[in-house]
């Protein structure tokens, strides 16, 4: 085996190709997503139950290093939180799921409402128009899972990820092929 270093553009264009792999499982998880919502989105759900028991178990270790009586009681109060909402995301996902649904509903609302203001407040400005469409757009989405739910539950979530997944894919590998064609002409 060789001692010299490896070249930077060795190690650049297997970055790159790596990039460019990840981009495609991405791209095609996301239509996986799309074609399956209910899986997905119950996927959503048991990972945000375990990211909600890790957090809740941090929280109770942390209790432990504080110094003052409330601080324990707070940090040990948000950690049995927590975690009793994790477990319960995790042992009934169903419900977990409609949960974040009617949260989803609840945050779009109250984005757009929030934007719509903005807009309004970016009115003499050139491109207000975009952020009032947004607003708009938004509160419609709101209003269609919320009067929808339950049974937006279903297909929300995971439809959602989906679109997430698939356009990060693309625009990931659209950032790595073109950092590979900058990088052909680099070196």
Not at 114 to 129: K, N, V, Y
């Amino acid at each position: 085996m060789s001692s010299a270093p490896t070249p930077l553009s060795a190690i650049a264009h297997r970055s790159i190709n790596w990039s460019i792999v990840l981009s495609i499982l991405l791209i095609v998880a996301g239509f996986f997503a799309l074609l399956i919502p209910e899986l997905s989105g119950l996927g959503v759900t048991l990972f945000l139950g375990w990211l909600l028991i890790i957090s809740g178990i941090t929280h109770l270790i942390f209790a432990w290093k504080v110094h003052t009586t409330s601080r324990i009681l707070w940090e040990i109060l948000v950690g049995i939180v927590y975690l009793v909402t994790g477990i319960y995301m995790i042992v009934h996902p169903d419900y977990g799921l409609l949960s974040l649904t009617l949260v989803l509903a609840f945050y779009l609302f109250f984005e757009g409402i929030f934007e719509l203001i903005l807009a309004f407040q970016l009115r003499p400005h050139s491109g207000w128009g975009w952020t009032l469409f947004d607003a708009i757009i938004t509160i419609i989405l709101a209003i269609m899972i919320w009067r929808s739910w339950p049974n937006s539950s279903v297909w929300v979530i995971g439809t959602l990820v989906g679109i997430s997944m698939l356009f990060s894919g693309f625009s990931r590998l659209m950032l790595s092929l073109a950092a590979r064609r900058v990088l052909k002409h680099a070196f």
